[in-house]
């Protein structure tokens, strides 16, 4: 089965603190690509971090990094220094290359993070 | 990269009645995907947006209730018919290469 499981529903980080969300996937696929996408009250996806799954070096975006594990399948996001526009829904996901150049998604269920002052 | 214009931003809507959304593409893609969040939930991929065909619709999504259109490579609509409260949700599209990119979603509320 092609899942994503997010097993914290909602985390809470200090301003300047760090939090770490968890990410686990499940996919008999060698070849894909993981993303972490933020979507705040405004409803907009934006994306955060990707990782393609042939890269054994942890992607690195300013205060955001992630800790691949292929073999145990886990993905989590760091995030360093946390600031109040932190404060979003995260989304895990992962896609699948298909036919014709397309892409399959399959996103996790999400951890509202909250920043508190 | 990609930058979607999507609209109407939020509406809400009598049950029994029908609303269209729009996506707009800065760029020609092959396919344009649609996708509910209803509250609280992940995204659920409601179809795929073929220009010069007809859409292909996953488990639990009928053309009947939301029929879409491609007219071209850089546009596309979505109707949700027949709306109930259930139809409640966010509704967004997108285009993908190996990132996806989103439009900046539908909040409808149906009353």
């Known amino acids: 089965a092609q899942t994503v499981t997010q097993s914290q529903p909602e985390m809470s980080v200090q301003e300047a603190e760090t939090v770490t969300l968890s990410c686990t996937y499940d996919?008999?696929?060698?070849?894909?690509?993981l993303f972490w996408y933020k979507q705040p009250p405004s409803r907009q996806m934006i994306l955060v971090i990707r990782?393609?799954?042939?890269?054994?070096q942890n992607a690195t975006e300013n205060r955001f990094s992630v800790n691949f594990q292929k073999a145990a399948k886990s993905f989590s996001l760091k995030i360093s220094d946390s600031q109040l526009g932190d404060a979003a829904m995260y989304f895990c996901?992962?896609?699948?290359?298909?036919?014709?150049?397309?892409?399959?998604?399959?996103f996790g269920t999400g951890t509202r993070l909250k920043v508190l002052a | 990269s990609a930058v979607i214009s999507q609209k109407p931003s939020r509406d809400i809507c009598q049950r029994g009645t029908s609303l269209t959304i729009q996506c707009q593409v800065d760029?020609?893609?092959?396919?344009m995907f649609w996708y509910r969040q209803q509250p609280g939930q992940s995204l659920t991929l409601i179809a795929t947006?073929?220009?010069?065909?007809?859409?292909?619709?996953e488990s639990g999504f009928v053309i009947d209730k939301f029929p879409i259109s491609r007219p071209n490579l850089t546009f596309s609509t979505l109707t949700v018919s027949n709306m109930s409260p259930e139809d409640s949700s966010i509704y967004l599209c997108?285009?993908?290469?190996?990132?996806?990119?989103f439009g900046q979603g539908t909040r409808l509320t149906v009353v």
């Open positions: 996919t008999s696929e060698s070849d894909y690509y």
């Open positions: 947006a073929n220009q010069g065909s007809e859409a292909t619709y």
């Open positions: 760029s020609q893609v092959t396919m």
């Open positions: 990782q393609e799954a042939y890269k054994q």
């Open positions: 997108s285009v993908k290469t190996e990132e996806a990119f």
């Open positions: 996901a992962y896609s699948l290359p298909g036919a014709s150049g397309t892409y399959k998604y399959i």
